[in-house]
């Protein structure tokens, strides 16, 4: 098995799912801690198109984009897979993933907004976390029923800001 690497800082939103996911498959791997204001080599090399964190190396292949790099991990280790087997569910799980993808920035907003801007963010979020409640999550204890998987790996990291 190739050398996992990660290269990130923690605590971002974009790193924890990465961990999380390689933490559920039971997949060893080193943190390469990256500063971002001041971008390393290793870091411009793997990722030279965003320059940006998490990049996970399995071996010497670059994978860049946290959600892309959940996907990577879930489909290249096949133990305690974070998507359902059933074709229906797994494209409900890529429907609250992608969601929550789209969310997130409004999340992440509240920390930078004042006024006015803050009170419109504050209420987006509020409406977006209902809606993942009500129609979501329901009465399940996982957004998959009964395992962590996918969706809250990702919703995790919006609520980790909360």
């Not at 129609?135 to 980790?160: C, P, Q």
Request: overall charge negative; charged content about 25%.
């Amino acid at each position: 098995m190739a050398e996992v690497k990660l290269i990130g800082t923690l605590p971002t939103p974009f790193v924890c799912p990465v961990i999380w996911a390689l933490k559920v498959k039971g997949i060893p791997y080193e943190l390469i801690e990256e500063d971002v204001t001041n971008k390393s080599p290793l870091l411009l090399k793997y990722n030279p198109v965003h320059k940006k964190i998490p990049v996970l190396l399995d071996g010497s292949q670059p994978v860049c984009e946290s959600m892309i790099i959940v996907e990577y991990i879930d489909k290249m280790w096949q133990q305690n897979s974070l998507l359902p087997h059933d074709p229906y569910e797994r494209a409900l799980a890529c429907f609250w993933v992608k969601f929550t993808e789209d969310k997130c920035p409004s999340v992440l907003r509240i920390f930078r907004a004042k006024g006015e801007e803050l009170e419109k963010t504050t209420k987006e979020t509020e409406e977006m976390l209902q809606t993942v409640e009500e129609l979501g999550l329901g009465e399940k204890k996982f957004f998959g029923g009964d395992s962590i998987g996918m969706v809250d790996i990702a919703f995790g990291a919006v609520i980790h800001w909360l």
